[in-house]
């Protein structure tokens, strides 16, 4: 049989089981007589606890075969003769149906012919598959031909890569056929079943009510339940990884030394909790033997002690004594919800000063800003208790709300930027004032309806182009123009799904690629591609510098985004200007449109981004993105999505800047990480990212960012063009394509908005290029505006310059 059939595996991690399958006698002993015989000693898990018993049902198999040759004839005949349950399909999409189909789907063996590739696409099913709720156990095996093994073994190496556990040679023997199912059934299958099996041992953990850390033979932590988040006051992920030694202050070689003889080890041990206070608790370590007769692996029970536990009465009565302000030192006012620190718990003084200071240099003037000024000079001169009790006065003032601003009086001799920036904070119905860039500036227009149709991309140079650049998908240069024209104005797809790659989101979502695919052709349909500015290149630029944000605050080890926070802010940022005409929602309120009804002026735009993406994810199954999320992760992620494209409103822009800036500050000095468990924190940082992202264009190398200005101002000379056309209130005089000055508008748009965002976001993340970016640019508006570069000729041929010089430069490098 040697000479038909060839196999690779790819190990997954199984573990291989002995006894009969289905029927295995526990390991915990009925009677004395029972007891086997060893001169070696006994494990204790083996002494004590019993062995959970798989499910043996009947094995349902996955067929996907273009053809019915005799290859699959073999393989159908072959599922028969061993009494198993086939399903049969000839496409990719119906494999992808079948599979997670609820009631005939989870199949337990997935076979799949790699050998068309232009028919099916084996690489594309398998991470499909693999990124389906439910795959995690599911043996995938692809049938190739025999030249595959006989000349190359990259082709069989990519598909072990994405998923494929096997490989087989194609054989159209029947007795071949059922000799390798019958192998693949003992030897992945149901070694796969028995793993799988272990999950409901893993769900009564994590419902525990014991605090449960399984660690490997040096006590680094390999698993932590959620009572363990109680007992560490730490959340999961900053336990799991972190050795013992970083969680106790206590000697842990008493530990090793017990469980390394078989014993168990009971004692105490002090954690060091996050909010750097010790804590005494009891620990409970029982060494256990997963491979070999050595201890790989110690479970660590954990229970606080009677003294680290706080009643309900207690805790009532520390709220009764709240405004005492002796009890609790300067500077680490204790938060009520969930037992946590805010950040002002690790704030120091001259932090609250340096933010204070910051709030009272920027453009704006809201009456809180007033009060914490006047506060903190108060707070200078008066006693120690009395400073501790305007601590917690100005902590209860930061809440959410009391940071609506009023813009203070902008040069009078600067009439672009009184346009502008006034523009920036003032919604509704106005016959001056408008809105600009963000997704406050988007409208349906009557009659418009967005395109329709894919994307296919064929293997041509191009593709390999498209290829190489997709490799810089993370680069703050990256260049959004040249995927454009690669993409014929829709590079939202191929840079989402890229990203989305990157990230896992597939995974996070328990969702398969097809579908996201399918998601964001449907998405990129509604962006229309006539305006000049607000089209999809404009929403595939903010979500790379989504991107970028969140690999920068992930190499910085904050840990303030999870897994479910990248992907909804992947998500967000992909369509937080879904919709949008390339009109201003000023023009939208003049010109009573019925989305203006609706929303009665407020936040009309927004609304409508965040409505049309989840009508548009919900309407159809095929691109539901969200159909295998439970109830509350639904709702988690719709909330974060929602409260991101919401934030994108210019309106609220000062009040999102000074809220953000009152708790992290601009001039960071503290490296201590935000504390995870703080939502209000983490609801600030998630509004801040997506509007540094939608706003980033100053801060682009200069060839993106005069391409940028010239798409807007386009976009706003066409809107006052047909303001002028039908009558209506001229929302910005100053952005008339004959007199406008696009270099000074720019000028005024870094001064007033860009530059104490950015200031204060590069502060938070360490990323110093996009402060020497937006100086740059900024130096060569002035420069542009002294030199008269200002209409929009003017821009234009400006920027064929400096595309000629970056060919030029590039040209250079390759030769030398």
């Known amino acids: ?47 004590k606890f019993p062995n959970l018993l798989p499910p043996n049902p009947v094995i349902k198999i996955l067929i996907a075969f273009c053809k019915n040759d005799p290859v699959f004839e073999a393989l159908g005949n072959a599922s028969h003769r061993l009494n198993l349950e086939p399903t049969f399909v000839k496409s990719a999409e119906a494999a992808i149906e079948a599979f997670q189909s609820p009631n005939a789907g989870g199949h337990h063996i997935v076979i799949v012919d790699a050998r068309y590739p232009r028919t099916i696409e084996a690489e594309a099913l398998g991470r499909s598959i693999r990124n389906s709720k439910g795959s995690q156990h599911t043996t995938m095996v692809a049938v190739v031909k025999k030249s595959v093994f006989e000349k190359d073994d990259t082709a069989v190496i990519s598909l072990l890569d994405v998923g494929y556990n096997r490989c087989i040679i194609e054989s159209p023997h029947v007795s071949i056929c059922s000799s390798e199912l019958r192998q693949i059934q003992h030897s992945l299958v149901r070694p796969q079943n028995v793993i799988s099996t272990q ?396 989305l203006a009804l609706l929303y009665n002026d407020i936040c009309v735009l927004e609304s409508h981004h965040a409505a049309t993406t989840f009508r548009l994810t919900l309407a159809d199954d095929k691109i539901n993105i969200f159909k295998h999320l439970d109830r509350d992760m639904y709702k988690l992620a719709r909330s974060i999505i929602v409260d991101m494209i919401l934030a994108t409103e210019m309106t609220r822009h000062f009040e999102h800047l000074a809220k953000f800036v009152s708790v992290f500050g601009t001039d960071v000095e503290s490296k201590d990480p935000l504390p995870p468990d703080n939502d209000d924190n983490q609801i600030l940082v998630r509004r801040m990212l997506i509007k540094c992202a939608d706003v980033s264009n100053p801060t682009r190398p200069l060839k993106f960012c005069v391409e940028w200005a010239r798409r807007i101002a386009e976009e706003y000379f066409m809107q006052t063009d047909e303001e002028k056309r039908k009558n209506l209130p001229i929302v910005m005089p100053m952005f008339d394509r004959t007199t406008c000055s696009i270099s000074k508008s720019q000028i005024g748009f870094i001064e007033y908005i860009i530059h104490d965002m950015m200031d204060a976001w590069n502060s938070f993340i360490e990323m110093p290029e996009i402060i020497r970016y937006m100086e740059f640019n900024y130096s060569q508006w002035k420069l542009f505006e002294e030199q008269g570069i200002n209409t929009l000729s003017d821009i234009k041929r400006k920027q064929i310059s400096l595309t000629e010089e970056t060919a030029s430069s590039i040209s250079l490098e390759e030769k030398f």
């Open 199 to 594: 999950q409901a041992l893993y769900t009564a953990l994590h419902r525990s009510r014991e605090a449960v850390i399984i660690t490997d033979d040096t006590l680094r932590a390999q698993y932590a339940n959620r009572a363990s988040e109680r007992v560490l006051n730490m959340k999961m992920d900053e336990i799991v990884g972190r050795s013992l030694n970083d969680l106790v202050t206590a000697d842990i070689s008493n530990i090793l030394s017990h469980t390394s003889r078989y014993k168990d080890y009971d004692g105490y041990l002090t954690t060091r909790r996050k909010s750097q206070e010790s804590s005494q608790i009891h620990v409970r370590a029982v060494p256990v033997s997963c491979i070999g007769r050595n201890p790989t692996h110690l479970v660590l029970i954990l229970e606080s002690s009677s003294s680290a536990l706080v009643s309900s009465n207690a805790i009532g009565e520390a709220l009764q004594t709240l405004p005492q302000g002796k009890e609790v030192p300067r500077g680490s006012l204790h938060s009520i919800r969930r037992g946590s620190f805010d950040v002002r718990s690790i704030a120091s003084d001259g932090l609250r000063r340096t933010s204070l200071a910051k709030l009272s240099s920027l453009p704006l003037e809201a009456p809180i800003t007033k009060v914490l000024s006047l506060l903190a000079q108060v707070q200078e001169n008066c006693s120690q208790d009395e400073s501790k009790l305007l601590d917690r006065v100005m902590e209860f003032l930061k809440r959410e709300g009391l940071y609506s601003p009023q813009m203070k009086e902008i040069r009078t001799e600067d009439p672009v930027a009184t346009d502008l920036i006034g523009a920036l904070l003032t919604q509704g119905p106005t016959n001056i004032l408008s809105s600009r860039r963000s997704s406050n500036d988007s409208i349906i227009r009557g009659g418009g309806r967005p395109s329709t149709g894919s994307i296919v991309f064929t293997k041509t140079k191009e593709s390999s182009l498209l290829s190489d650049l997709l490799q810089t998908a993370l680069d703050w240069d990256f260049e959004i123009f040249k995927l454009e024209d690669l993409t014929e104005k829709r590079p939202l797809v191929c840079l989402g799904l890229e990203l989305f790659r990157r990230f896992d989101v597939y995974n996070t979502f328990n969702c398969d690629e097809m579908t996201f695919k399918l998601w964001l052709i449907e998405m990129e349909k509604y962006y229309h591609s006539e305006n000049t500015y607000h089209n999809s290149t404009h929403a595939a630029d903010v979500m790379q510098a989504t991107a970028v944000y969140l690999q920068q605050l992930s190499n910085r080890e904050l840990k303030i985004m999870d897994r479910m926070d990248e992907a909804t802010a992947l998500i967000a940022a992909a369509t937080h200007d879904i919709d949008h005409p390339g009109r201003s929602s000023a023009f939208l309120c003049n010109s009573d449109n019925m």
């Open 1 to 47: 049989m040697a000479h038909h059939t060839s196999v690779m595996d790819y190990s997954r991690g199984t573990s291989s089981s002995s006894g009969r399958y289905g029927h295995r006698k526990s390991s915990l002993a009925l009677t004395p007589e029972e007891e086997p015989l060893d001169s070696c000693p006994r494990l204790v898990s083996d002494l």
